[in-house]
């Protein structure tokens, strides 16, 4: 990590490049998994309140904005085939300023979890380490299309789900809590996979084994459809088994849509990709919400 992108004589990041550097748009999974957590775990409607506000802003703003820094200093070099308006190799965040980014906001992330108890700690150390571990040398995740989609589905939909639930609780997680939780982290590897569809020529170029670049799009997009769909069929079954058959049904509805969003993507998925990640993925992440509040109701 000692090579930088060079930068144009700047030596502060322009106005807004640290925020983009950060990327808001990617804060919503984990926040949406934390929330699905506060509610399935059956506690009082503003039980603790602070809990929840600290949750949601270490979920998203922090530790998930810490993990797009950390990749982002990690592939300046990929970045800048890619996407080389991205801030660092546009060099609007100069020398080593995204990795002092990514360094801090870890620390900060580990002292304000203490807030949050052993488990809410635990699991925020937890979650900084796998976003080092699928960014960052001589472990990098992301290298692999198995493991670095796999390390993510569970760091940005399991981990906060999990803990969203058991710092409401004060205890152990309950385990059909757990079961959903990691279903649905499962499930985030097809959707990783079709997020890696925008930088096929790029890993390509440096050795980065995404799905996409090794099997192609197309075969690529029908792995991830059927990781997609296949825990999603596991949530069905399992509330169908704890008396929760309206929710089951409602999922089913919006596996339905997906399947037909689906049927579209796999066409062309190359250039379809990124209209699927905004329609496809939304029907997902509702069922998420839907199961929780199954599991609301079961607490």
């Not at 890619?82 to 870890?106: C, K, Q």
């Not at 198995?146 to 409401?168: H, K, M, Q, R």
Request: charged fraction near 10%.
């Amino acid at each position: 990590m000692d090579a930088t992108i060079p930068s144009p004589g700047r030596a502060w990041p322009a106005p807004g490049a640290l925020l983009q550097l950060l990327k808001p748009v990617t804060w919503f999974p984990p926040v949406w998994a934390y929330s699905c957590g506060v509610v399935s775990s059956g506690a009082a409607w503003g039980a603790d309140p602070a809990a929840v506000a600290l949750g949601l802003a270490l979920a998203g703003p922090i530790v998930c904005g810490m993990s797009q820094a950390a990749n982002d200093w990690c592939d300046r070099h990929v970045d800048a085939i890619n996407e080389p308006d991205r801030p660092i190799p546009s060099g609007r965040v100069p020398g080593r300023w995204g990795l002092w980014v990514a360094l801090a906001m870890t620390a900060l992330a580990l002292v304000l979890a203490l807030r949050l108890g052993p488990w809410g700690w635990g699991a925020t150390a937890l979650a900084c380490a796998a976003a080092w571990a699928y960014s960052a040398e001589p472990v990098r995740a992301k290298r692999s299309g198995l493991w670095g989609p796999g390390l993510v589905g569970l760091s940005y939909e399991t981990l906060p789900w999990i803990t969203g639930a058991v710092v409401l609780s004060a205890g152990t997680p309950d385990p059909r809590i757990v079961a959903v939780a990691l279903a649905y982290g499962i499930g985030a590897h097809g959707i990783m996979t079709f997020n890696d569809f925008k930088a096929v020529e790029g890993d390509r170029a440096t050795g980065i084994r995404s799905l996409p670049a090794t099997l192609g799009p197309r075969r690529a997009a029908r792995i991830a459809c059927t990781v997609m769909l296949m825990p999603q069929g596991a949530v069905i079954a399992m509330l169908a088994l704890w008396d929760q058959p309206i929710h089951a049904a409602l999922i089913g509805l919006l596996v339905l849509a997906q399947l037909a969003a689906m049927r579209r993507v796999l066409r062309d998925p190359l250039r379809l990709a990124p209209w699927f990640n905004a329609t496809g993925v939304a029907l997902s992440v509702s069922g998420m919400m839907v199961a929780a509040f199954a599991l609301r109701g079961l607490a």
